[in-house]
């Protein structure tokens, strides 16, 4: 049996859920790893504030004391660039692993602490920043060594996705759901790290270098957030047969190849396997040469579930790491907006003159290839047009007499791409 | 880089796909293992068949040519129990590691082969066995260590999900989409293995092992198969607001506690993670005391996907697998038909008197919780009674004057169960 000492960075919902984790999981992860963890120092900021009674021997706000703890390893739950930053550096250069949840960190500095942790020896693993409980790094670190993973998509913020999940569902405005998500303590009081997309985009970042072995800066990420979506809107793209997630979605264009990385809200088939991922869980959905697809579903946040994540890194520290070579400078292609299939909304002010049919017929004449069309009871329309080319929006603007600032587009998940295709297939063979 | 000679048993689906992926992935797999996995020789049973020209050369009938071919790791992709299991014996007291799809002959002799294994010092790897592709055995072995799991459920077989959403998307008998099925090669000639459940009692058992770390001999595992289901019942079904899966459940009450494990046609709530899932997909849905709850979805067959989760072990041998000490003896605890909410499915013949809202005062006039109600076009009628106890079942054949013959039972999920209630919890705090 070797007890491990570990330091706590932190002490707020991932801080105290760790050291909870910890205390009630200790038999299991003996039996398991035959190892004990022990946290020697909790660092935080406000010395005065009351904790619960275990912890507050441990408790200190100087880094210095976490380090002469004789901690093996640190686990960083502050959040923000500094000073986790330097604290996760000055801890590796002293020889301990690094567990962090904090995406932030790793999106924007990953491929640096990398390095920094494999040239001082050390572990540097980060489960809990992506999908929270669910362990989708391990899964593509551990268990999809062997394929070529071409396209990562998910759902990956839940305060979106219960945003967009209860605007569906009880047809109410955006800002009217903020202000419930944020009563029930699933949004926070600045929201826009979340419905801005900042959030999704920097776990994008992070899944797309393990997926594609390509670091991608977040501000070369395509991101649009969730606050132009509308109750009308939604109401019409269920009518057409579809979901409107804020999806991430990378994808590798052969290996080695471009890489395009973007979060947009984009519309899913109801049958498709995320469109039925309600509230605040997350998923991923991951598509390899060899697996074919694979989709992980589960707690996106919340103290447990991110708190299982950093106890697993915790019994993982031993498992070695397989190597991936990381381009730092792939070829970045913007999203494809011409030939796939795109959802148009006409602002309810504008359409109320138009039936579906006549709308259809309307748009056909003109020569656009018309896959769906919805006229709401709040007189807005909704569109699903074929080989859309981003022309398409002027000639609408004109054919239908609209100012250009009543048409929403977004593009149907699925159809764009040169990969598209593949997505479609069903694993072939014997069942 | 290291050059590893395997074996391969059985050059069917899976040995053939397994073949090759290690050809097509021999780049990514050298990358990220440093090791190349080179097929020195392939079992079959009849030498005469036409196979691709590159395996020709590597072809035998016999076993004693495969140890004879300097291997370090035996494919077994035969299937059955025999000549399986003594190849697989014969290779580990050699020094082999073993990989193997064969659900029956892990389910079966599992606990075995792994002590003589551990004797030979070697590795037992059987990824593919459970849900084709989908990594979770490996997830349950690597990636939720620290986790106590209480529950586990799921989809196990492609060829019945396929069949029952056919049946419901359709309307039509289970004959014809059997048919059907057996025509698109989604379905075996017998398909008793499928239809009446002997496949996913397999896949369980092996789940139920891997997380309760308690061997269930498979005869204990209660079975029931979907040949009795009907395209009318599958309508009310749906019409209750509920999917109709041949689900596979495991639950163990408390650490080290009794087990409970069943494969048996049950309702699921549409909003559940596994109502969705749909054709030959396969998922399993893992309840965790830390992680809350993950779901795993992909392809559970089929020549790619298998050869992922083989090919992805042979990546893996090199990993450390945990101690799980095994509990050759849990007690097991029957399936609680009392106390839970239950389906109950009046056969066509004897209700088209009845209107939903008649037979739903009926009922509650004799005292049953009726939480739901449906009646077919055809005749049938559908019931969702709460707090069923077994004797409920004369009543309602008294109470309505029918045969027992025509009345159908089914569970609904997670209502049975004393931790029923934990099911329903979505993870607290902040997203
Ligand atoms: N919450 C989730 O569900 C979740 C899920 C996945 C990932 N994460 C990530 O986990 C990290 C932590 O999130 P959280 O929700 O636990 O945050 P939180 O509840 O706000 O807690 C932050 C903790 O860090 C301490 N702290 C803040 N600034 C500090 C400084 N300069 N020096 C020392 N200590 C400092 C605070 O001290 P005081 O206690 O003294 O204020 C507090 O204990 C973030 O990176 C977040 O993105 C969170
Ligand atoms: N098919 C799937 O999608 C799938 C998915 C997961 C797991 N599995 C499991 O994988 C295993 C193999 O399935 P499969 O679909 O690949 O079966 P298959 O297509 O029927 O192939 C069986 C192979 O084993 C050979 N074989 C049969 N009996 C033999 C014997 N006595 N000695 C030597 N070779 C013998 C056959 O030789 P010939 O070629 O000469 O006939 C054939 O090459 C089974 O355990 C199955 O449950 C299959």
């Not at 035959?34 to 904790?51: C, G, H, I, P, Y």
């Not at 999704?200 to 070369?220: D, Q, T």
Request: hydrophobic share 40%; net charge negative.
């Amino acid at each position: 049996m070797k007890g491990i000492g570990v330091g706590l960075l932190g002490f707020g919902t991932v801080g105290a859920g760790v050291f909870h984790a910890l205390r009630n999981q200790e038999d299991v992860i003996l039996k398991r790893t035959e190892s004990t963890f022990e946290v020697r120092a909790v660092l935080v900021q406000n010395a005065d504030k009351k904790r619960v009674k275990e912890v507050e021997p441990l408790i200190t706000t100087r880094f210095d004391q976490v380090m002469d703890a004789d901690v093996q390893v640190v686990v960083e739950a502050i959040g923000g660039i500094e000073p986790a930053r330097t604290y996760i550096e000055q801890a590796m250069v002293a020889g301990c692993h690094i567990v962090t949840a904090n995406k932030e960190l790793v999106a924007k500095h990953g491929p640096e602490l990398e390095r920094l942790a494999r040239n001082n020896g050390v572990q540097f693993l980060y489960e809990a920043s992506v999908g929270g409980g669910i362990p989708v790094l391990g899964t593509l670190l551990h268990l999809l060594k062997s394929n070529r993973i071409y396209r990562v998509s998910g759902i990956l913020n839940g305060t979106t996705n219960y945003i967009l999940t209860r605007m569906a569902d009880a047809g109410v405005s955006f800002d009217q759901i903020l202000a419930e998500a944020q009563e029930k303590g699933y949004a926070e009081a600045d929201p826009a790290a979340d419905v801005d997309g900042f959030d999704a985009v920097y776990k994008l970042s992070i899944l797309g270098r393990l997926a594609f072995g390509a670091h991608i800066p977040v501000p070369e990420v395509r991101r649009k957030g969730i606050r132009d979506v509308t109750a009308a809107e939604l109401e019409l793209i269920a009518r057409l047969g579809y979901r409107l997630k804020l999806l991430a979605v990378g994808e590798q264009y052969g290996e080695m190849g471009p890489i395009s990385l973007g979060v947009e809200p984009t519309l899913l088939p109801s049958s498709h396997p995320l469109a039925s991922v309600n509230g605040v869980h997350n998923a991923i959905h991951l598509e390899g040469d060899l697996v074919q697809d694979v989709t992980l579903v589960g707690q996106g946040a919340g103290e447990k579930p991110t708190a299982s994540a950093v106890v697993e890194d915790l019994c993982n520290l031993s498992l070695p790491v397989p190597r991936r070579s990381l381009d730092e400078d792939p070829l970045l292609l913007p999203a494809a907006e011409s030939g796939g299939t795109r959802f148009v909304f006409l602002n309810p002010r504008n359409t109320g003159i138009l039936d579906a049919d006549t709308l259809r017929q309307r748009l056909e004449s003109i020569g656009l290839t018309v896959e769906g069309t919805a006229v709401s009871s709040q007189g807005g329309a909704g569109l699903i047009l074929r080989r859309w080319d981003p022309s398409f929006a002027s000639v609408l603007v004109a054919e239908l007499g609209l100012d250009l600032s009543n048409l929403t587009t977004r593009p149907v998940f699925g159809s764009q791409g040169v990969q598209a295709d593949q997505q479609q297939q069903v694993g072939s063979g014997a069942v």
